[in-house]
């Protein structure tokens, strides 16, 4: 595929999010819900550049979150009487990333030298540990956390930080899950994706033909742990104005990150959205029929799709439009 | 003063050692024979261990009398599982893939409709509650669906497979009995004395904990040494071809040593509640889990008996540390041994992924 053509995928995903964003708009009372949604297809979107690319399942993801979270916490309760402005959510930002990204180095360094079953078990204490890292030598506040809705108000005005709070941090969620969709679609259709595409197949065969398969998955790696740090500087510091150890190094997030790219199918770049949307429309439902029984019914869904429908929505749909006009936007 | 608080420490992590070495062979067992991380593994020594609690609360049995009960529990689990979930993604005889068709879909819908149906009648009759039946409404229609394609299996990333779908079962566990007996920790108080050694003092009901667990590991190793399905079993681990060839029902010591592995696991929960007189909770299996693949891995995480010694290794190290680390002023030392054995893993993973006792060929 050359030229421009081979973007054209990004054209359902970005009506997809600007659907999303006219109806949370325009509907009175559901701007929650939809703050929600894109929440989860950031989540999807930010996983599945590692997880669907590599096939390598990263049971610690939640733990970049939680470190974006921090950042953005540890720079606005700092720089709150800097006279920054707006700017400090941006140099928030930065922090956020900067911090998912040392850790995603500390922990890559160790964890993608592994394979398969080790990587699993090396990172599957990566958000523990990180957690009883700050609480135990206190890092941060420790186990007391860090409350900074008071800076941000000294920082913005009380005004601004409202508007922060209640609608701009979404829309930097939305734009997290663009960014990760556009990310996504650039590593599918260069070097990168052809890499870990053949690094999926076979390792062994991948690294014969020359390819250096540790170079991509550390590409692969970052870039997915940097959009998480976003999505936790964004979706939860910004939103909630504090963090708090044991509420972002809750392994239930990954387990939501893995629903998500699972149901859509892993690998493609419109699976987290049609994973994210269905899984957070179904998870609200669920939190008003049957509160307290969405983790139960969930965790039988992800064992039902990986026996029956290993390639997700997404994937099923791919095969449909195989050797069709619309194949060229479908990925 | 420090030494003698060492010394005691050391004595204490021997003991909980061994029980931890206990609690990690059903993971190697499993690793070993089907190559599966079992990534719920915590969820399991969670089962075992309000096993204990309800036996000894509401019928008075002591726990040491539990043992045999979460062992036939566990074993009944680990064959549910097994054949529910993870036989169509690891299983020798798989037929191939087989695309689920339309009409099957149909089937499969009508068969959860009337489930649903009888379910709701049920509730009314039952008083069960309807989230409960909807969920056990999911998990038969599943059921039904791995029946007609059991058999089936993935080509390719069964490794990814098996870790989501073990890790899907522990949650499974955890919501269930979460359901049942809501998150609050529990504990219970079984003493029989205490063993006074002059720098520490050791409840009898651990040391009783530790010779259980020592007891197990000596049992199976004479099983696995001495008898034919132990030797069965083993062939397995060394060349699962080979062993096919020669006779052995593989698909049987599959399913068998899931069951197993499972088995002893929620035997460890009963032996583990010695140690934790108030920390019964659904969600107590996580920081197990962590320990567990650490055990694992320095043990070698394809064999059981590494990760006995593995475990005593672990529990002298961690209480060692904990000594050590409560000296460090501004820390909590409890948190950062959590933290220390994280630390341990990807040390151990780093310089020697095979193990620490023995290099595998």
């Given amino acids: 595929m050359r030229g421009t053509g081979k973007y054209l995928p990004i054209v359902p995903v970005l009506a997809a999010y600007a659907l999303l964003l006219l109806y949370g708009v325009a509907t009175p009372g559901k701007w929650q819900l939809v703050a929600q949604l894109a929440f989860y297809c950031a989540l999807g979107q930010a996983f599945n550049l590692f997880m669907g690319m590599t096939g390598y399942v990263d049971f610690g993801y939640v733990a970049f979150l939680g470190v974006g979270t921090y950042g953005m916490a540890v720079t606005i309760s700092s720089l709150s009487d800097g006279g920054l402005g707006l ?25 993608l030298r592994l394979r398969g079953a080790y990587f699993a078990i090396a990172t599957i204490g990566v958000n523990e540990g990180f ?71 076979d390792e062994d065969a991948a690294k014969v033909m020359g390819i250096d398969v540790t170079r991509f998955k550390i590409i692969a790696f970052i870039t997915s742990a940097a959009l998480a740090g976003l999505l936790g500087a964004s979706g939860w510091a910004l939103k909630l104005t504090y963090v708090y150890p044991p509420d972002v190094f809750e392994i239930h997030y990954t387990v939501e990150a893995i629903i998500i790219v699972l149901l859509g199918g892993a690998g493609t770049l419109m699976g987290p959205i049609a994973g994210g ?26 064992i039902a799709i990986i026996v029956i429908f290993p390639e997700g929505l997404v994937g099923i749909l791919k095969g449909k439009v195989h050797g069709t006009r619309l194949e060229k936007y479908v990925i | ?39 719920g593994h915590g969820a399991f020594i969670m089962v075992g261990a309000f096993t204990a609690l309800i036996l000894f609360q509401s019928l008075g049995v002591p726990p040491i009398f539990a043992i045999p009960v979460a062992l036939v529990i566990g074993m009944l689990l680990g064959m549910l599982f097994y054949y529910g979930a993870v036989k169509p993604l690891v299983s020798p005889s798989g037929t191939g893939i087989r695309k689920v068709g339309r009409k099957q ?103 009783l904990a530790s010779g259980g667990s020592l007891t197990v590991a000596v049992l199976l190793y004479l099983w696995f040494n001495k008898t034919r399905a132990g030797m069965a079993m083993r062939s397995v681990v060394e060349d699962s071809v080979g062993a096919r060839v020669c006779g052995v029902n593989v698909d049987w010591q599959y399913a068998l040593s899931f069951s197993l592995g499972i088995g002893l696991t929620v035997t460890s929960g009963v032996l583990l509640t010695m140690f934790i007189p108030v920390g019964i909770n659904p969600y107590m299996g996580g920081g197990y889990t962590l320990k567990a693949f650490v055990i694992a891995v320095l043990g ?24 050590l680390l409560a000296a460090l002023p501004g820390g909590e030392p409890f948190a950062l041994t959590r933290f220390f054995s994280f630390v341990m893993l990807l040390v151990i993973l780093l310089i020697r992924p095979t193990g620490l006792l023995r290099r595998k060929g």
């Fill in chain 1, 87 to 111: 700017g400090i959510i941006l140099i928030g930002f930065l922090v956020a990333a900067v911090f998912s990204t040392l850790l995603a180095m500390a922990v890559g360094a160790v964890a």
């Fill in chain 1, 131 to 201: 957690r009883y890292l700050i609480e135990g030598a206190r890092i941060w506040n420790g186990a007391d956390g860090i409350i900074f809705s008071r800076h941000l108000k000294t920082a913005l005005g009380r005004k601004m930080a409202m508007s922060v709070s209640t609608f701009w941090a979404d829309i930097f969620v939305f734009g997290v899950a663009v960014l990760a969709a556009v990310l996504t679609l650039y590593y599918l259709r260069n070097k990168v994706g052809y890499a870990l595409l053949a690094l999926r197949e």
């Fill in chain 1, 277 to 302: 949307l269905i899984y957070g429309v179904s998870k609200y439902f669920l939190a008003i029929t049957l509160p307290g029984f969405q983790l139960l019914i969930f965790a039988p869904i992800i």
């Fill in chain 2, 1 to 39: 003063m420090f030494f003698e608080q060492l010394s005691g420490n050391l004595v204490q992590g021997l003991v909980l050692g061994s029980v931890y070495g206990m609690a990690t062979m059903g993971l190697s067992l499993i690793f070993g024979v089907l190559q599966v991380v079992n990534v």
């Fill in chain 2, 105 to 207: 879909l149909g089937k499969a819908a009508g068969v959860f409709v009337a489930v649903m149906i009888a379910m709701r009648i049920l509730s009314g009759i039952l008083d069960l509650n309807i989230a409960f039946s909807i969920f056990i409404a999911i998990i038969l229609m599943y059921s039904f669906l791995v029946y007609v394609y059991g058999g089936r299996r993935q080509e390719k990333g069964p490794e990814l497979a098996t870790l989501l779908v073990t890790f899907s079962l522990g949650v499974i566990l955890e919501e269930v009995v979460k359901q049942i007996f809501t998150s609050e920790a529990r504990g219970y108080n079984w003493d029989l004395g205490k063993l006074d050694l002059g720098f520490t003092v050791l409840p009898l009901t651990k040391i």
């Fill in chain 2, 300 to 323: 070698g995480l394809a064999s059981p008996y590494g990760a006995f010694f593995g475990g005593i290794v672990f529990g002298l190290l961690e209480n060692g540390s904990y000594t």
